[in-house]
């Protein structure tokens, strides 16, 4: 992608790619599912996990698979209010951006 990724545009994917799985998802598999839209590195989604589980939008707990402790990220409700804040707020301004492209004036 050309365009530069800032921290709330990260956070906000994370948070809606957690917030699939009702009962949470781990690590990699956020890995995974975020790879689908961005380039982005294990090292880099990392830190955001652990900064939203910080910021209280994120729960975290530990489950045996396959014999290996396996990291689980779960929505919080706060994390539920930061994600449609984030999806309001994408709404806007995706529209604006498009209306730009399109030759329009944003308002």
């Known amino acids: 992608m050309v365009f530069n ?57 530990d489950m045996q698979c396959d014999g290996r402790n396996r990291r689980y990220y779960k929505l919080t409700d706060t994390g539920q209010a930061q994600l449609q804040l984030y999806q309001k707020e994408w709404k806007s301004y995706s529209t604006k951006i498009s209306v730009i492209f399109k030759g329009g004036e944003a308002r």
Request: aromatic residues 8%.
């Open 5 to 61: 990724t800032g921290a709330a545009l990260l956070d906000a994917i994370v948070l809606a790619v957690v917030s699939k799985e009702r009962e949470g998802t781990y690590g990699y598999k956020i890995t995974q599912d975020v790879r689908k839209v961005l380039d982005v590195s294990e090292s880099t989604l990392y830190p955001v996990l652990r900064r939203l589980k910080k910021d209280g939008c994120l729960e975290v707990y």
